[in-house]
């Protein structure tokens, strides 16, 4: 069964759904923090139809769109990584309370994964899915800024990272493929380091990348290594053939099936599961 | 393969996705006739880095290095010039 609804976040009506099983198959739920701008619509029916999957599995799933995104209150420029841990720990405990739930897992894409790891490590957390990690927070926001420049080539314009971070400092804001970047939010990005935020989660942690990923993986092997190193048991998967927060995995109804099985085994084999 | 049929392989494979209503020559208008956005450029860029061994800084982040699969394979053999490789 799915009830959608809106819970109080800090003076912001925040939009959930709430996933419910038929049959319960363990005291734990899952929260679902979502990504950062396009990539958060983008990912949309992905994570839809993986909260189904969970819920047919016997886990209930909390979705839930942080301020500033999606049927919640605010817009985009209201958001920065501080407010979507905020928002995420709001809902974690409206979630232990609807899907009367005693262990809470994380579920992040992308960004969503850095609010996740922040969050496990606040909620106490029972496990922790990392898809597709921001690792490096700077290297992300590399990758933002190279996107407003590669908008402008197209646009017959040459402008460098450099006066896209200029602009930033000037304006407060810069956009980028239609969404407003703010400077606290680029600060937040540019400071995530995502292996020191896992660092005191001591809890199964399950990390996964893209099949064929051009810059390799010796990144996540990292994080999973440094899970590993402090006492958190760890699974890293690479599944999923395409990057499903982009317009052409959308457009082509692209879902990671490889990945939505090995993470539902991951979430089978672990300890609540008697 | 050469620069040239890599870089088409990637345009027309990963990018166009097979759906090849016109046929990418060296000198097919890429930007003008918007078989690229700047998610395609993006991910050409990742690529090229990855496959040629080449960083594409800034400098060369520019419309024309992008104009065609001829303008890419030339950038390209530039930086591995560049880079002694």
Not at chain 2, 21 to 48: A, C, K, N, T
Request: with cysteine; hydrophobic share 45%; aromatic share 10%.
């Amino acid at each position: 069964m799915e009830e959608a609804f809106f819970f109080e976040s800090v003076g912001y009506r925040l939009f959930a759904v709430a996933h419910r099983p038929d049959r319960p198959a363990a005291g734990v739920g899952v929260v679902v923090c979502h990504p950062y701008g396009e990539e958060k619509q983008l990912s949309y029916p992905v994570l839809v139809r993986f909260a189904r999957l969970l819920a047919q599995d016997g886990f209930p799933v909390l979705r839930f769109d942080c301020r500033g995104y999606g049927d919640s209150e605010g817009v985009l420029e209201d958001a920065t990584v501080e407010t979507q841990i905020a928002d995420a720990v709001v809902a974690t405990r409206l979630a232990r309370e609807r899907l009367k739930v005693d262990g809470i897992v994380f579920l992040g894409l992308r960004l969503g994964t850095s609010i996740a790891a922040r969050a496990a490590a606040r909620e106490a957390a029972a496990g922790l899915i990392l898809w597709c990690p921001i690792v490096n927070g700077r290297q992300y926001l590399d990758e933002m800024l190279r996107k407003k420049v590669f908008a402008e080539i197209l646009a017959k314009r040459r402008v460098t990272r450099q006066e896209v971070l200029e602009e930033l400092a000037r304006e407060s804001r810069v956009e980028i493929e239609g969404n407003f970047l703010t400077r606290q939010m680029s600060e937040e990005i540019g400071a995530i380091d995502l292996v020191a935020e896992v660092s005191t989660f001591h809890q199964p942690v399950f990390v996964s990348a893209l099949k064929n990923h051009p810059n390799g993986y010796a990144s996540y092997e990292g994080l999973a290594n440094a899970c590993a190193s402090h006492g958190a048991p760890c699974e890293f998967a690479v599944a999923g053939e395409r990057p499903f927060w982009e317009r052409d995995a959308m457009y082509d109804q692209y879902y990671p099936q490889d990945l939505f099985e090995r993470t539902r085994g991951w979430m089978r084999a672990q300890p609540w599961i008697s | 393969m050469s620069v040239e049929q890599t870089i088409t392989q990637f345009i027309v494979t990963q990018i166009m996705r097979g759906q090849t209503q016109v046929s990418v020559g060296l000198d097919y208008p890429l930007i003008e006739e918007r078989v690229l956005d700047s998610m395609d450029l993006h991910r050409l860029v990742v690529f090229l880095e990855a496959q040629f061994g080449i960083l594409v800084d800034d400098e060369h982040l520019l419309p024309d290095n992008f104009a065609s699969v001829r303008a890419i394979a030339e950038m390209v053999t530039r930086l591995r010039g560049a880079d002694g490789s």
